[in-house]
């Protein structure tokens, strides 16, 4: 496998956001959990929506239970989870709390294979990205074991259509969307500082060197 796999994460955030464009757009509540996903569904996620989101950096894993809960008090309404795999991790047993209570929430993963936000700080600092990558395994698959219907994505195409067929179900879902994990996040209007170009360049040239040094040694 390439260095680039999967969809764009501001893809996914723009199909996301062009497929629910209509006239339920109103009355749609999206939540973002915390990580690089608030960052995208933020930036690219558009039009009239209500939001709901964490005033915190570090609450991980909001996302679901929230859902689940904006779920059980607003009957009818469509609810959109964005989560990233390591935010899912966190809450992970709310899927079977899900599939017990059978709300029709769809749960978007933003499936990096990593902390992204945190691969990100290092490298900004000029450190070498460590100890970030995760190992997923099938979240679709495990979302199915829970109960919860479950489909991975790989395309936009395909993740087009598989919003369309659950936008009118009427039960739970999750789409394990799988991202490209090396898209570069940046706040809208916002300019890198020089240093932080200057250490993103020289933590890449640590990976790449570690890289070399490691196969030198196998």
Do not use: K
């Amino acid at each position: 496998m390439g260095r680039r796999s999967g969809i764009r994460p501001s893809t996914v955030a723009l199909t996301l956001s062009d497929e629910l464009s209509d006239e339920r757009a109103d009355d749609t509540t999206v939540i973002a959990d915390v990580g690089l996903n608030t960052l995208w569904l933020y930036r690219y996620f558009l039009g009239a929506r209500r939001f709901v989101w964490s005033s915190s950096f570090a609450t991980m894993g909001f996302a679901l239970p929230a859902a689940i809960g904006i779920a059980r008090r607003r009957s009818g309404t469509r609810i959109v989870a964005g989560v990233g795999d390591g935010g899912l991790a966190v809450t992970l047993s709310e899927l079977a709390t899900l599939a017990t209570l059978d709300e029709p929430v769809v749960i978007c993963v933003f499936n990096n294979r990593r902390l992204g936000a945190i691969r990100f700080e290092q490298e900004i600092m000029g450190w070498p990205e460590f100890g970030s990558a995760l190992h997923n395994g099938d979240l679709a698959a495990l979302a199915r074991a829970f109960g919860v219907p479950a489909t991975t994505v790989r395309t936009r195409a395909q993740l087009r259509r598989v919003l369309r067929d659950v936008a009118g179900s009427g039960t739970p879902h999750l789409l394990d969307i799988i991202c490209d994990a090396h898209e570069i996040p940046a706040p809208a209007q916002h300019r890198p500082a020089a240093a932080q170009v200057f250490a993103y360049g020289l933590a890449l040239a640590r990976e790449a060197w570690r890289a070399v040094a490691g196969r030198g040694g196998a």
